[in-house]
């Protein structure tokens, strides 16, 4: 049976496949004999290269994941039940410094086929009406008369990829005017000028909401070419007719852009992890940094995020901060969010799920090493909050939740127009603002879900693919993915989740 170590340094490796007792483990040995396992040990989990007492620490990416709380045999397995979680890092300590690496590996292709936004927004991926709302209570109606405007209207503009409704939970019922509540309107009003919305706003109230339109629209925005009121209308058919009369303005608009060629300064994306195992950070997660790399030393703005994912190894990002306002940001988003945690009485060790642990990873600390492997190795030229457009170009810690609607959300309303999602267990999240592209970790989640992935990164867990050819190709695939000449799975199947704003702010 084969098994991964990453570094010399660390004492355990992660089994390819299920593994019996009384397997040999390739290429290891214990003294002059081979390694052979001692137990049953599940597929990604972890096996010990050497006779272990409680108490020792067990390293893996040359990090300390914890501490056993008994003995254990060269062999043996290693997983949550007895490893005990280390004090995560003092975010007071954080410094900046200099520990970035630009990329030198650039492809030739630099450019990308978009619709230009001008000097103020990134550029679309995709050419969109997107129907917001300020309040959830109008989703119903909103989201009925997306499907006539899509069965009626949308035809006869063929250069309109879709029309979609921006649902969330947000607007009423909520402390509009707490400490937090910045957070969900940032959201909402960064959402309501997304790229792939082309600059057209169609936006829709109810009227007695406490997230009223002079919140979310600049003055010149707010008035009744982009805005409906439905308290404003006399019935239903009344309500539908006018989005629909709205609708076609827009459309009309929109119909005329164009694909252009764009240098990829004009491209924002973003990459999260959602059902990750073991294999996450050594295929699917290091392939999406090494193409990061690449596409920051373009120019591009590249976010990676998820706060309790990245907890643990906070101080290798403060490294990589180039100045010391960006670890400052970096230093309140993680105090902030610890704070956060904290009022509810958890931690970060609240993150791994029955599914991460059951794909081999023990605690915490081990997912927040594979998670922070999808920032490469760049500087990290900005810090940004959750649903904030981002101001500078290269790599971007945009602080989020680390669910995977969560995540992704806070991206979107930062503006990207594409995200890679890497998973070592399967989920069919997606969005429908954006593309979502899908990386599985190994050649058995393929396998088992081979439709609903668009790159499968268990060629470097094998060893048949390294790591920098497989970010060769996904480099190639997120240009042409952005560019409209490829469709991931989630655009193929619709699988579309809601846009839930992240609102820490209390519900009264």
Known sequence: MKAVRILEQDNVAVVVGP????????????????????????????????????????????VLLGYLTEDVRAGGWINERNLQLPSSPAVSSLKAGKQGTVCRDLPSRRTWMGYDNGPNLPAGSRNILGITMSVHCVAGVVRNAVDIIKRDLLPNYSNVDDVVAVVHPYGCGVAIAADEAFIPIRGVRNMIHHPNFGGQILCVGLGCEKLQMDMILEPEENNSENVLILQDCKGYGEMIDRICAMARKKLEILNARRRVELPLEKLRIGAQCGGSDAFSGI?????????????????????????????????????????????ERLKSEISWYDNYLARSHVDRSANPTPGNKKGG?????????????????????????????????????????????????????????????????????????????????????????????????????????TIPQMAHILYSDILDVVSGTKKTATEKYHLYNDFLVFNPAPIT
Not at 37 to 57: E, M, V
Not at 450 to 462: I, P
Request: glycine share 12%.
């Open 19 to 62: 593994t019996k007792a009384g397997d040999g483990i390739e290429g290891y040995s214990v003294g002059a004999m081979p390694l052979v396992a001692l137990c049953d040990i599940p597929q990604g989990h972890k096996i010990a290269l050497k006779d272990l007492k409680r108490g020792d620490a067990i390293i893996r990416y040359g």
């Open 283 to 327: 295929s699917a997660n290091p392939t999406i940094g090494y193409a990061f790399d690449m596409l920051a030393a373009g120019g591009a703005q590249v976010l990676f995020s998820e706060v309790t994912e990245v907890r643990d190894g906070v101080h290798y990002l403060a490294d990589r901060c180039q100045n010391v306002a960006s670890v």
């Open 361 to 465: 990873l023990s605690n915490i600390v081990e997912k927040a090493m594979g998670s922070i492997a999808k920032s490469g190795s760049s500087p990290i030229a900005e810090v940004v909050g959750p649903g904030e457009f981002p101001k500078c170009h290269g790599l971007i810690f945009a602080a989020t939740p680390a669910s995977d609607l969560g995540c992704g959300s806070s991206q979107l309303a930062s503006g990207i127009v594409l995200q890679l999602f890497s998973t070592g267990r399967g989920t069919p999240y997606g969005l429908q603002e954006i593309p979502i592209y899908k990386i599985c970790t190994q050649h058995s989640m393929k396998a088992q879900w081979g439709d609903l992935f668009d790159m499968d990164a268990g060629y470097v867990v094998t060893g048949e693919k």
